[in-house]
């Protein structure tokens, strides 16, 4: 680390960073060139938005300055609850669990000795029990810096659209008996008298109603329909309205049985959501929903496609790329510090266990 004396840091607590700071902010980013729509402003912004009206959230962003020039963005907030009669404090990321793929500081490069400057620099500011970060892909810059302290607990499955010429080359890369399911579910459809049809469109909003109709059919399986949760479903809204909406459908006679909802950032597409009437689940719609979304990006000529994060069949049969997401904890400074951060750490291992047993 250079000088000391030439770095300085600001912390913003409240919704002005994003109105005072907005210009700096956009900046920075046009600088570096950022590629990832969730190191955007705007997608950052959107997540917070969607979240500043709950009561347990404060924004923690910090700037990092070096010879007065922006050198790194930490796009945190601070959680706060109460456990045990403990009023916990913990640090995240702002798009944590909330629909990104993964999280990062925004920086170009941030060696080791500046992120502990930062940390140092929080510790004698501000009170709180750990740091807890999650979705840190392979090629962020916080993986980098934490790798002997960071723990795998989650896939992401991406496509690389530019690594073939067409569709038809991509799908020699399936295996046999995947080539067989897709054969015979078109097969199902049209032994059983249904025409099949698909629609790529961009979004508008008259497809909300379609959306959520599917989506509710989740239920059925346990599983979370995200627009009876009001944040999410905002935060979705907003998303396609700030970037550029692109919906698929499955239809069978002419019925909507199957949606995939995406944005488009820098020529690459990233899957939002995604579901299926469950009364149609014996013809794998889903499962032709993502085939369509694959020709679409080929024919789009996107350069990737993301599906996100989650470890299912359906995307092990289609992708040959994955990375793993890790999640990290740093220990705070407060007397309950070690507590919760030797909780975190025992979490952390186990899930990482588990996840290498189910690899092997």
């Known amino acids: 680390m250079q000088n000391r004396l030439d770095y300085s840091i600001k912390i913003f607590k409240n919704s002005s960073v994003f109105i005072d700071y907005e210009l700096e902010w956009k900046n920075f980013e046009r600088k570096l060139g950022v590629t990832e729509i969730f190191n955007t402003y705007d997608f950052i912004k959107i997540a917070w938005n969607s979240k500043k009206n709950n009561s347990d959230l404060s924004l923690f962003v910090v700037f990092l300055y070096f010879k007065n020039e922006l050198k790194a963005v930490f796009p945190w907030l601070m959680r706060q609850k109460n456990k045990m009669f403990i009023k916990y404090k913990r640090i995240e990321f702002i798009c944590q669990e909330y629909l990104a793929d993964f999280c990062d500081i925004i920086s170009e490069k941030i060696s080791k000795e500046e992120f502990n400057y930062v940390l140092s620099y929080i510790n004698k500011k501000e009170k ?24 795998m607990y989650n896939k992401l499955y991406e496509f690389e659209i530019s690594n073939s010429t067409n569709y038809i080359e991509y799908s020699k890369s399936y295996s046999a008996s995947h080539k067989q399911n897709l054969r015979t579910c078109k097969n199902k459809i049209i032994n059983d008298g249904l025409k099949i049809d698909f629609i790529v469109k961009q979004y508008e ?17 346990n599983k979370d329909n995200i627009y009876l949760n009001p944040i999410k479903r905002q935060m979705i809204l907003n998303l396609v309205k700030q970037f550029s909406g692109k919906i698929i459908y499955v239809c069978l006679n002419d019925k909507k049985v199957a949606y ?12 939002l959501d995604a579901s299926f009437d469950r009364n149609y689940k014996q013809y794998s719609v889903g499962i032709l929903s993502l085939e369509c979304s694959l020709k679409d990006s080929y024919e789009s000529k996107y350069s990737d496609q993301s599906e996100g994060w989650g470890d299912d069949l359906y995307k092990r049969q289609f992708s040959t790329g994955r990375q793993y997401l890790y999640q990290t904890v740093i220990k705070g400074n407060t007397l309950f510090s070690s507590y919760f951060y030797h909780k975190a750490l025992t979490s952390m291992k186990l899930v990482q266990d588990t996840l290498k047993e189910n690899k092997s």
């Open 205 to 221: 909003e008259e497809d909300l109603r379609h959306i959520e109709e599917m989506s509710n059919s989740k239920l059925v399986d």
């Open 128 to 151: 709180y029990d750990i740091i807890f970060l999650q979705q840190i892909g392979t090629e962020t810059n916080l993986l980098s810096l934490l790798i002997s302290s960071a723990y």
């Open 260 to 271: 995939r909802l995406n944005i488009i950032y820098k020529n690459k597409k990233y899957c």
